[in-house]
DNA sequence: ACCAATAAGACGACCGTTCATATTCTCAGG
DNA sequence: CCTGAGAATATGAACGGTCGTCTTATTGGT
């Protein structure tokens, strides 16, 4: 057993004032800190801080539970939706004030870093995929209101939801997030 | 008549910083030097880096032309296309690199600064007003396809045109906007 | 005793801001 | 019309601090 790692924590400290105040403004020190280990330890485990941040995408893309929208045990429109309060609840944990770190990252980072930009746009792109799916499985049972096609769908959904989020964070209410509801009603049902 | 003054070139020069690198990732000496003045002249016109970007979101809600969302002149409904269609062309620009600044800021800036996310806060509660009021237009003139108060959708589109323009970032693509534009047509004609 | 993980501090560069100085413009008074 | 005092603006060096990164010495487990 080797002895226990600080590797983990800094991941956790690095997400957490990332998600909180953005890439530029924060600094090696202040993930250090929220760490609780020295700041030249931060070095011992990522090559850079851009590769630290890339982790902590990498870990932030795990965590939105795309799982969820597999489970075929759940009727597809309420997995759906089911998935998207998941993602509300979360945001709600930090009174809004947070918002998406795919947002985020590509709002800031996109001209900064192509690896960055990259990481994004995946995982964007394999969620929107999982969506995309869950609809197509809603259009076979008959419940989509809409003449578009699920791909077309899908696409829409997840950037209004980024829209929304952003809003949200904004106004730091779950306003926005209602509204997105309710137009998810209207299309799906 | 004033001594023509390099405040302008401040201004335009920082807008330009600020919505390709960002707030964090734009020093006062990129703006002095894309101005094409010493450092130490930006104090003289203003009283600090975050006085200088309140400037530049001032300017940047003037920008977004929401004139033209009241020219009576036009139909609601084309005149609601040609605005966003404005903002995509002006999007396209910068090959959709740049993104919007409202979105931008509100992303870096919301927890950094409570005068900032205000900022932004009220420039997309305008916005999303002028579209709302061409949505009550269009209601009125049975322009509109959908069960949604002009309220609810306004809010919405302004939200997922966010997004789309967000995901354009991302993949440097056009392709969210014309999902939006689908969309879009499928709410109102 | 060996070796990887850790800690601590130092690196040069740049941060946002200030200041003392130099320059330029305005406009009285002669 | 000229002059020169005074205000406004421009300048670039310098401030203390922090940035991301690296080097070096020390630690602790096997």
Redesign the interface.
């Known amino acids: 057993m080797p002895r226990p790692s600080v590797r983990e924590q800094l991941v956790d400290a690095a997400a957490e004032c990332f998600h ?6 924060t600094g090696i020190q202040d993930i250090a800190r929220t760490a609780g280990v020295p700041k030249g330890s931060v070095y011992n485990h990522f090559a850079s801080k851009e590769a630290l941040a890339a982790e902590v995408m990498d870990r932030y893309a795990v965590s939105r539970k795309l799982e969820m929208l597999r489970d075929k045990a759940v009727a597809p429109v309420p997995r759906l939706r089911a998935h998207f309060e998941y993602l509300a609840s979360d945001l709600k944990q930090f009174s809004f ?3 998406c770190m795919f ?2 990252f ?3 980072l ?3 870093s192509d690896a960055m ?1 990259g990481k ?2 995946s995982g ?1 792109t394999l969620w929107t995929t999982a969506v995309t799916q869950v609809l197509e499985e809603a259009r076979a049972a008959g419940a989509l209101m ?3 096609t699920p791909d ?2 899908g ?2 959904l ?7 989020v ?2 949200a ?4 209410s779950r306003t ?1 997030l209602d ?2 509801f ?2 998810f009603d ?1 299309f799906v049902a």
Chains 1, 2 share one sequence.
């Open positions: 909180e105040r953005g890439y530029n403004g004030e947070r918002g947002g985020n590509g709002a800031e996109s001209n900064h930009r994004v746009d964007l809409t003449s578009l077309q769908l696409q829409f997840v950037n209004a939801w980024e829209g929304a952003l809003r964070k904004v106004t730091r926005p509204g997105f309710v137009v209207s």
